[in-house]
């Protein structure tokens, strides 16, 4: 299993860590441990290019439902059998 240190910690980042951890009773290592698994687990999911585009606009002005029109039938295809030669 891989070891890692962290240094330069901020004290009130390491105090906040700690009573996380109480809260979810679990060691300080425990809890890094879980919180780097999430971290990494999250960004492995990568969405499509339209599912971000939406997020951010939802995100930003709310979710709109828009009434979407009929749709009509399509037009013939046009008569190509004449020869143009």
Do not use: F, Y
């Not at 951010?56 to 709310?62: E, F, K």
């Amino acid at each position: 299993m891989a070891m890692l240190t962290i240094r330069n910690l901020d004290e009130s980042l390491k105090a906040a860590l700690r009573i996380q951890a109480a809260e979810h009773g679990c060691s300080m290592e425990e809890e890094v441990r879980r919180i780097l698994q999430r971290a990494v687990a999250g960004s492995t999911q990568r969405r499509g290019l339209g599912s971000r585009i939406h997020q951010t606009v939802v995100s930003t002005s709310g979710a709109v439902d828009l009434e979407l029109p009929t749709r009509s039938l399509p037009r013939a295809a046009p008569d190509v059998s004449e020869d143009l030669t």
